[in-house]
């Protein structure tokens, strides 16, 4: 018996760890556009490869070194490791069931007569004894339940994925909106110093009775425009600073942002890719594609709980009085036992059926995943599109704002031309400057939206 027993629980022992990778079925996809439709000058590149690191194609020192402190210190991303490391355990205990549970026990008792009772000499035993068991996965539920906890760990890396990729997008944009509010800052400073040098040269012309206090007043109230526009910026500067070093998880007084000019950083000139080519690469669709292949895996957990079970045990076991010759006479059991379901109410119908139901959430969810992925970046290109075209206008649109005012100013100082046409030369002025910056942030920011809609950068293949 004893060879029989060593040979069945060889047999018994599954090679089954190395588990062939599941795949979806070709229905369950959604159908790639065969290209983008506002590409432009990211034009798809069926060439294109991976660029992890994109946010340096901005050409900063501060925002890279803000990203990788982030890498390290954020404890969004801090949290999303534990949980993949959650998930690996999590698979740990599931594959557990495709190998042999073997126990081992001992034990120790002493036994002595209540004193004058009697003169035996105390007795002692002495057991040892080892045990395995083992549940034949005879329909696969265990391969099928360590096939779901494989499915989610790689859910789970998606997810940390996901959230490193969401984090630097939007401390990339937070900090391209601390640097723009801060530049406009500096534009309404400046465009408050015109408005008080020509405010001196209206009240110069009140004194010498060539202009009226209507000018006056006008020109006085265009200083507390500029002044509160000033102090609004300013505000809002602060917090873009408030949100970048909550998403840097640092507290605000911890953070110190240099000052850095939107002019100066480069335009990524990213590649958008093959649209086939993000559903290979967004985190979120490799996140929803793990959860469904996770959902088919419980699917045939809930389906072999409807069938018998088998399962078998053996152990070896032994006492004695003496510990010399405690393994002189050993015993063995072998045992097999069937277990099989007969009635529980429905319940484990119902389990299946909730399987299949969430199979079927996760199914749609996953499409829309895709179609959202689809959309984001549509959005993104033609946001780029469009600015870029904004951006053109507007700077011939600045350049006359500039001369006009200029020419009024001139006139206005030698009684030419009234007080009201230079004020709207102002305004004008400031809009335009300041829209210029704000066009350039928008620009810049929207390379980051595209940048994340891509699930990362591409970069065009020189090969």
């Known amino acids: 018996m004893k060879p029989f027993t060593l040979a069945l629980l060889l047999v018994l022992l599954p090679a089954c760890r190395n588990l062939p990778p599941q795949t979806l079925k070709p229905q369950d996809t959604v159908a790639a556009p065969a290209q983008w439709r506002h590409a432009g000058s990211t034009a798809p590149d069926a060439q294109a490869s991976q660029q992890a690191a994109w946010w340096q194609s901005f050409g900063n020192a501060e925002l890279n070194a803000l990203i990788a402190s982030a890498d390290s210190a954020s404890f969004n991303i801090a949290a999303a490791a534990a949980r993949v490391r959650q998930a690996q355990a999590q698979a740990v205990v599931a594959g557990a069931p495709l190998l042999p549970e073997v126990n081992g026990s001992a034990s120790l008792g002493r036994q002595r007569p209540l004193a004058g009772l009697g003169n035996s000499a105390p007795l002692s035993q002495y057991g040892a ?9 005879f329909w696969g539920k265990n391969r099928a339940a360590y096939q779901a906890a494989l499915a989610n760990l790689q859910a789970s890396q998606y997810d940390s994925d996901t959230i490193g990729l969401t984090l630097r997008a939007s401390i990339a944009n937070s900090w391209l909106q601390t640097t723009g509010l801060r530049e406009r800052v500096q534009i309404a400073a400046r465009n408050l110093e015109n408005a008080e040098r020509v405010l001196q ?31 609004l910026l300013q505000q809002q500067a602060t917090a873009a600073e408030a949100t970048l070093a909550t998403l840097l998880s640092r507290p605000v007084t911890a953070l110190e942002v240099q000052s850095s000019s939107l002019l100066a ?3 990524p000139q990213a590649q958008a890719g093959l649209p086939s080519q993000l559903l290979i690469r967004r985190p979120d669709i490799a996140r929803a594609e793990a959860s469904l292949l996770a959902a088919d895996a419980n699917i045939e957990v809930a389906r072999a709980a409807m069938l018998p079970s088998i399962s078998l045990t053996a152990g070896v076991s032994t006492q004695s009085e003496h510990l ?24 484990l119908a119902a389990q ?7 199979r079927e959430e996760l199914l749609a969810n996953y499409r829309q995943a895709i179609i959202n992925a689809f959309s984001d970046v549509e959005l993104a290109l033609n946001l780029i599109k469009g600015l870029e075209q904004q951006a053109q206008a507007q700077a011939l649109e600045l350049e006359n704002a500039e001369r006009a005012f200029a020419l009024a100013e001139s006139r206005y100082r030698a009684g030419a031309e009234t007080l009201l046409t230079m004020l709207d030369t102002q305004r004008t002025l400031f809009a335009a400057q300041d829209l210029k910056l704000q066009l350039r942030q928008l620009r810049l920011q929207s390379s980051v939206d595209l940048y994340r809609a891509l699930g990362g950068g591409w970069l065009v293949s020189t090969g």
């Open 129 to 137: 004894g080892i045990a395995a068991s083992y549940e034949i996965d």
């Open 201 to 231: 040269l209206v009240q110069a012309r009140f004194a010498a009775g060539a202009a009226t206090a209507i000018e006056l007043a006008q020109q006085r109230g265009l200083v507390a425009a500029q002044q509160r526009s000033r102090a």
């Open 265 to 267: 950083l480069n335009i």
């Open 324 to 347: 010399r010759g405690m393994w002189s006479n050993p015993l063995y059991n072998l045992a097999a036992g069937l277990t099989a379901p007969i009635f529980n109410a429905g319940r």
């Open 352 to 358: 299946r059926d909730v399987a299949l139901a969430r």
